[in-house]
């Protein structure tokens, strides 16, 4: 399985803003990544009317989108894991959830001052590095929140 890294930070703190920045980085450096986005309420990713949809709606329990070049799923789960979810991201090289804080998975924690100032993560054995625009003291590296490039050869030393 490939190492996961859960970006995690209070709602709004600039967690997706942080991964849109850091996956082209990278992509650009060869590596295949793969993103899990924890939601904490349902969602739906197809639009009503299109196949895939109706096919929910009518009660699949599973329904896969499959072209040339791409796939998509939902599936209906009632409980989960991180690492019941990591089985259909085997061929990554990096895995990178948006949420998951209270898992067992390494952490980078987003401090953004205009949400708090105190790192939830701190002193948790998880916690690799925290990025933020604030000073902070939490016994691990800080980065700036406009330091992808750093963040991502911090990862790579780590991880790939």
Same mark, same amino acid.
């Given at each position: 399985?490939?190492?996961?890294?859960?970006?995690?930070?209070?709602?709004?703190?600039?967690?997706?803003?942080?991964?849109?920045?850091?996956?082209?980085?990278?992509?650009?450096?060869?590596?295949?990544?793969?993103?899990?986005?924890?939601?904490?309420?349902?969602?739906?990713?197809?639009?009503?009317? =299109?196949?895939?949809?109706?096919?929910? @709606?009518?009660?699949? !329990?599973?329904?896969?989108? +499959?072209?040339?070049? *791409?796939?998509?799923?939902?599936?209906?789960?009632?409980?989960?894991?991180?690492?019941?979810?990591?089985?259909?991201?085997?061929?990554?090289?990096?895995?990178?959830?948006?949420?998951?804080?209270?898992?067992?998975?390494?952490?980078?924690?987003?401090?953004?001052?205009?949400?708090?100032?105190?790192?939830?993560? =701190?002193?948790?054995?998880?916690?690799? @590095?925290?990025?933020? !625009?604030?000073?902070?003291? +939490?016994?691990?590296? *800080?980065?700036?929140?406009?330091?992808?490039?750093?963040?991502?050869?911090?990862?790579?030393?780590?991880?790939?």
């Amino acid at each position: 399985m490939p190492p996961v890294v859960s970006i995690v930070g209070k709602s709004q703190s600039g967690k997706t803003t942080f991964i849109e920045k850091l996956v082209p980085i990278l992509k650009s450096r060869g590596h295949r990544v793969g993103v899990i986005k924890h939601a904490f309420h349902p969602f739906e990713m197809d639009t009503e009317g =299109k196949d895939s949809w109706r096919h929910k @709606a009518a009660g699949a !329990d599973t329904v896969m989108v +499959a072209s040339r070049d *791409r796939i998509a799923m939902v599936k209906d789960w009632n409980d989960y894991d991180l690492d019941d979810l990591l089985v259909f991201f085997q061929d990554m090289d990096l895995v990178i959830t948006e949420g998951f804080k209270r898992g067992s998975k390494p952490k980078i924690e987003i401090v953004r001052s205009a949400r708090n100032h105190e790192p939830l993560c =701190k002193g948790a054995p998880e916690l690799l @590095a925290i990025v933020s !625009d604030i000073p902070l003291e +939490a016994g691990v590296p *800080r980065f700036e929140l406009e330091a992808a490039e750093a963040v991502a050869g911090f990862l790579e030393e780590r991880f790939l």
